[in-house]
């Protein structure tokens, strides 16, 4: 009866751990660093219930064949579980802080490569109107007195549509 309440304690535990394995595997290319960190934390903590397992089936029978070094087996085995218990969680916190590649990075050069700083397209800090505020006493919003397109525009403006 001990032996089958103790797989049953272990069993669930190495589902989710088998689980969390093919999920964070699954998202690698995705997420990159973090999910790496917690593929291997899944690894150690499935490597760690499955000593626990070998240990709850081996553990009374080895008590008593073994004696006295039955408790000396207890200890190693303990120490060695709470190494990997505590590594294992480690690396899952250490999978959720730490940041992720941004998506979409850089991404392939476009034919003709990109365009340079010194002759490619303006950016935002270059552009006419940059910066320039909306509200009262702006001068005709973001591209000044004369509109997007350099001179006057609207109905009533010289050249402009007639008002009707």
């Known amino acids: ?55 709850a089936f081996v553990l009374p029978g080895l008590g008593a064949s073994m004696g006295l070094g039955a408790v000396q087996f207890m200890a190693m085995a303990g120490l060695l579980l709470t190494v990997l218990h505590v590594t294992g969680v480690g690396l899952l916190i250490a999978g959720v802080v730490t940041r992720r590649r941004t998506p979409g990075g850089p991404g392939p050069v476009p034919p003709g490569g990109w365009p340079s700083d010194a002759g490619g397209y303006p950016g935002p800090s270059t552009a006419p109107g940059y910066g320039t505020p909306y509200g009262p006493g702006a001068q005709g919003g973001p591209h000044g007195p004369g509109g997007p397109y350099g001179g006057p525009s609207g109905p009533g403006a010289p050249g402009g549509r007639p008002a009707g």
């Open 1 to 55: 009866m001990f032996l089958v309440l103790g797989a049953v304690t272990y069993v669930p535990m190495i589902i989710v751990l088998v689980v969390g394995i093919v999920l964070t595997a699954r998202a690698r290319r995705e997420r990159g660093a973090p999910a790496t960190l917690g593929l291997a934390g899944c690894a150690v903590l499935l490597v760690a219930a499955v000593l626990e397992l070998v240990r």
